[in-house]
């Protein structure tokens, strides 16, 4: 730390509005990361204020620092090792009690504190008054009151950092909360060993209260000490007589001496005009969580939430679909025919904006779960939805990740985010692959298309249910084997209701789409050439057919059928202008004249799309066997035996592989394959024909259909996986599930199917 | 790789006399009452005591889920949802308005 630079660390209660102040300390010199080893979002950024600069970190939302949950841990470890110059402590002034609890052990911490009094416009409305002087000599630091929304109050509140973080004399407000006659002298008993040994005398009053609550960490820590083994023994003595006196646990005594702290301290501050006061949220959920109501208003809201998701994004959709085919046109119009060229064009563009056609779907989608966010409305989402959600052993919010997978894996998963608990997060992390992303529906409209044209809907819903059925399935497995036993209580507060702010709301939105543009850039884009090159290679390939002369052959015989035709046409003409006498109006105007030449043109064209068809025919074969040779196709063919079984051909391996990179791509690979070209789509009828032409019966599809479901989604969805859960070995465990579950579901529909002889 | 199971602790057992009292989740909505004690795992009563479920708290009932199950409740001012069955671990005394 050099001389003008300080540490500021902003700690407060979920939803006080930590966030809102650190984006109005930092402005724009911000950046969000990842606190190291787990997924907890942290938000760094720096300011200067009167030729001095602030670092400033974000913590996590906590109610206290017991340390059970990721965020506790990491709120206490960082200002315990990382020992910030000044705590900025967000309090929300609207809910004073409960959000005093953390704050009277950040007073124990005794790290130099300030405390910005947030959400004062609310404690208004409240009728709240609150008399600041007596409250800052109370808790001993400064009190700012703001309102985190409009700014108000930030200049003064950088001013008291300022002055706090150069108080050099600082340790003046050393306070303590005061706890019980009883419980001061077991301190007392502690603190005096403590000062005799080595370590921190600031924090020995912090470490002798967090044993007398039987503070694992603590515990671990002072094991270290050269005392450690004799402080321990006297501690549990000391937790053993509280517990007697009592008759609770010491960590709930010392619980209960907080708060009667407080009680006292907003006795003696806080006086409250109940004329005024007005619980407008309570108004709103009479309503929105209503017995009756409650449901299908959610449902409702769903259901706009993804009207506008696809609505919306289809228009940016097409625009960006367009761009990306004006782009690659371009760049093959002005480059030379080349490996490069067909790298960059096919392989990256080509691979990349297959994806960046879904930027604006998942741009929406996040913005309006921002919304749902921070209007509240979230909260009561997993209040309604816990009954549910228990079912499988999860939270009432995990329900909102599951909703998004039905339109993309990825920010998906990203969102699990909104869950505290890490056996949570993962747990909706490993069975939401299983939620059918949009991606997949091209495939099922194209293969039900082919192969159960009257059914195609039903059977694409179908595969919807399945996937939320496996889903279930797969939570309720998880939940009672290797996930069991570690699920939070439920405790969840349902916050008042806000009107979103647009900034907060655009910036919530680019934060997590950003990754998601980061992940194109990348993983996508190493997917797509691998892709590229599997179809590329080897280039010079021997085929067995000369389809040049094929194509001449074909182009021979039916430039013959032409000038037969031609010279049919001529005869006639000549025949039928002999037999014409009028002399009102000339032949060439006759009907008879104009009925033989609409006859002529009418076979014309028929032998022409007759050609047509048996060229791209034969181009078609060609590209297959081209494709055949290549190193996708060779791997096609190695891997065929392995999916045999299902009754896959080397065609459905191919696709399959190739869908691991992103599920639309099973699609595009199959128009290879058929040498359809790159640019089919789901109507495409030369796909669907060549697939009943290849062999493949309904069974079979059905089981290519159940395989697709359920098979890792994409790339995308494999490295959200990766970096949601931090760690590989779920990562694995997800990949090796989903495809051996596809495998064994595709292998059971491909048996007893052909045993009973469905759909043969 | 995976997490360990954990132990088992017993947690807090009701004291004698308040294991027959009236729960929380006897309490229906619009009703208010005073926390006698909190029951269950270690981890849960903490979580409780330091929501500001603490003993000689008031606690109001606001109301059920769509679904019945988690329950709302309104404690030092703010809104509070807990499942019921937790809530069935929570002694109360029902306070008469
Ligand atoms: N009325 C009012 N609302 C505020 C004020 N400050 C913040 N908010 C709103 O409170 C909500 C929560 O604010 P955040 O800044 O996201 O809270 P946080 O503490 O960072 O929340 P977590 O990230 O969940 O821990 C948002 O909807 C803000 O717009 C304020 O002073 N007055």
Redesign the pocket.
């Given at each position: 730390m050099t001389d003008n630079t300080f540490n500021i660390a902003i700690a407060?209660?979920?939803?006080?509005?930590?966030?809102?102040?650190?984006n109005q300390l930092t402005g724009a010199h911000q950046r969000v990361g990842n606190w190291p080893g787990v997924t907890v979002e942290r938000k760094s950024g720096h300011y200067s204020f009167a030729d001095v600069r602030f670092d400033t970190i974000?913590l996590?939302?906590s109610y206290s620092l017991s340390a059970f949950s990721a965020e506790e841990k990491i709120v206490r470890q960082y200002l315990m090792d990382d020992a910030p110059d000044v705590v900025v402590n967000?309090i929300d002034a609207s809910n004073l009690e409960r959000n005093l609890f953390l704050t009277t052990q950040l007073i124990e911490l005794g790290r130099p504190m300030v405390i910005a009094l947030?959400?004062?416009?609310?404690a208004d409305e409240k009728g709240l008054s609150i008399d600041m002087d007596t409250f800052a000599t109370l808790l001993g630091a400064p009190v700012v009151p703001?309102?985190?929304?409009?700014g108000q109050g930030i200049d003064l509140l950088k001013e008291k950092i300022l002055r706090v973080a150069t108080d050099i004399s600082g340790k003046s407000r050393q306070l303590n909360i005061p706890y019980a006659r009883d419980i001061e002298s077991e301190l007392d008993k502690i603190c005096e060993l403590f000062d005799t040994t080595e370590g921190d005398p600031h924090f020995t009053r912090w470490k002798a209260i967090k044993l007398l609550e039987s503070d694992r960490e603590t515990r671990n820590e002072v094991r270290q000490m050269k005392a450690g083994n004799e402080i321990l023994s006297i501690a549990e003595q000391g937790v053993a007589r509280i517990e007697s006196i009592y008759n609770d646990t010491g960590r709930a005594v010392i619980s209960h001496a907080r708060y009667g702290f407080i009680q006292g301290a907003i006795r003696e501050c806080v006086t409250e005009d109940l004329s005024v006061a007005s619980d407008y949220s309570r108004q709103i959920d009479r309503i929105l969580t209503n017995r009756w109501l409650g449901l299908p208003i959610f449902a409702l809201f769903m259901w706009i939430m993804f009207k506008l998701t696809y609505d919306l994004g289809s228009l940016p959709m097409d625009w960006i679909d367009a761009g990306v085919v004006a782009l690659m046109q371009f760049l093959s119009g002005i480059l030379p025919d080349s490996m490069f060229s067909s790298l960059l064009v096919e392989g990256m563009i080509g691979g990349v904006g297959a994806i960046a056609v879904f930027l604006p779907n998942i741009f929406i989608l996040f913005f309006i779960i921002a919304a749902l966010e921070?209007?509240?409305y979230m909260a009561r989402v997993a209040f309604i939805m816990d009954r549910i959600m228990h079912n499988i052993g999860l939270h009432g919010k995990a329900f909102i990740p599951m909703i998004m997978g039905f339109g993309c894996n990825v920010p998906a998963i990203m969102g699990t985010r909104i869950l505290e608990s890490r056996r949570d997060r993962i747990l909706t992390i490993l069975i939401n692959p299983f939620m059918s992303c949009s991606a997949r529906l091209p495939v099922y409209i194209l293969v039900a298309g082919a192969f159960f044209p009257e059914h195609a809907a039903t059977v694409i819903f179908s595969m919807y249910i399945l996937g939320v059925l496996v889903a279930i399935a797969s939570g309720k497995l998880f939940s009672k084997t290797i996930l069991r036993g570690m699920s939070k209580p439920f405790v969840l507060e349902l916050p008042p209701y806000?009107r979103?702010?647009l900034k907060?709301l655009v910036l919530h939105t680019w934060e997590r789409g950003y990754v998601f543009i980061e992940k194109m850039g990348t993983v996508i884009l190493v997917g797509s050439i691998l892709v590229w090159v599997l179809g590329y290679f080897p280039q010079e390939v021997e085929l067995e057919r000369d389809y040049s002369n094929d194509k001449q052959t074909i182009q021979q015989v039916y430039s013959q059928k032409i000038d037969a035709l031609d010279l049919k046409f001529q005869e006639s003409l000549e025949n039928s202008e002999q037999e014409y006498h009028s002399e009102m109006i000339p032949y060439t105007e006759s009907k008879s004249y104009q009925d033989l030449e609409q006859q002529y043109s009418a076979l014309k064209q028929s032998i022409l799309s007759e050609q047509k068809e048996a060229l791209y025919q034969v181009r078609m074969e060609e590209i297959s066997e081209i494709t055949e040779q290549k190193w996708i196709g060779r791997i096609g063919k190695f891997i065929e035996p392995l999916v045999a079984p299902l009754g896959f051909s080397w065609r459905e391996s191919v696709a399959l592989i190739t869908g691991f990179v992103a599920k639309e791509i099973v699609v595009s690979t199959y128009g290879v394959l058929f040498g359809v070209g790159e640019d089919v789509n789901e109507e495409n009828q030369g796909v669907i024909s060549s697939l009943r032409s290849s062999g493949m019966t309904p069974l079979v599809a059905l089981g290519f259909l159940v395989f697709t479901l359920l098979y890792t989604p994409c790339l995308a969805t494999v490295a959200a996986i990766k970096r949601e859960t931090g760690t590989w070995s779920y990562t694995l465990f997800s990949v090796v599930y989903s495809v051996s579950l596809a495998y064994t579901l595709a292998l059971g529909i491909n048996y007893f199917g052909g045993m009973f002889g469905w759909f043969s | 790789m995976f997490n360990r199971r954990q132990k088992k602790r017993p947690g807090h057992q009701l004291t004698e006399e308040n294991r027959t009292g009236l729960r929380l989740s006897d309490l229906r909505p619009g009703e208010t009452g005073r926390i006698v004690e909190v029951g269950g795992s270690d981890q849960f009563r903490l979580r409780l005591i330091e929501m500001g479920l603490t003993r000689n708290a008031e606690i109001a009932v606001d109301k059920y889920a769509p679904l019945l199950d988690p329950m709302e409740l309104i404690v030092m001012g703010y809104h509070l949802s807990i499942r019921a069955q937790d809530a069935e671990k929570i002694v109360v005394k029902r306070i008469d308005r």
């Open positions: 407060g209660n979920p939803n006080c509005g930590k966030t809102t102040i650190f974000d996590p939302g967000v947030n959400m004062m416009d609310m703001v309102v985190g929304r409009t921070d209007s509240g806000q979103p702010t907060s | -």
